[in-house]
């Protein structure tokens, strides 16, 4: 059984930092893509970070990049995402999302990943 569990999330000032961990279990790591996604109220679910290929790409939304990094513990299967200089628009619930990649997949890191973390909240105040 697959399972996806998001910790590290909270309330932080604008500027501040947070890191994110995603426990995974119940699968090849190595088969699937991973990565962070986030809702915030109003809005669609966002693809902000994944990793596809163990690490050899990797893709980051244009908001959170050169803020944001994503890393992974293999001995732990966990993933990480380091968030630094925080915005108030960051705030949202931060989801962890797996896909399997099947020969050929395209590395696309959106909504539509087929396993999901229960959330984290992050909420950044100004």
């Known amino acids: 059984e697959v399972q996806l569990v998001e910790s590290g999330g909270g309330l932080v000032q604008a500027g501040g930092s947070l890191r994110l961990s995603c426990a995974a279990s119940g699968f090849n790591f190595d088969e699937y893509a991973i990565g962070w996604f986030r809702q915030a109220p109003g809005k669609e679910r966002e693809g902000v970070s994944c990793m596809f290929e163990r690490e050899r790409y990797t893709y980051y939304a244009d908001s959170v990049k050169g803020r944001f990094t994503i890393s992974r513990d293999n001995a732990k299967n966990t993933v990480y995402l380091q968030m630094n200089n925080l915005k108030p628009e960051d705030t949202a619930v931060y989801y962890c999302?797996?896909?399997?990649?099947?020969?050929?997949?395209?590395?696309?890191?959106?909504?539509?990943?087929?396993?999901w973390g229960q959330g984290t909240q992050v909420t950044v105040s100004s």
């Open positions: 999302g797996i896909e399997y990649m099947a020969p050929y997949s395209d590395y696309v890191c959106e909504d539509t990943f087929g396993s």
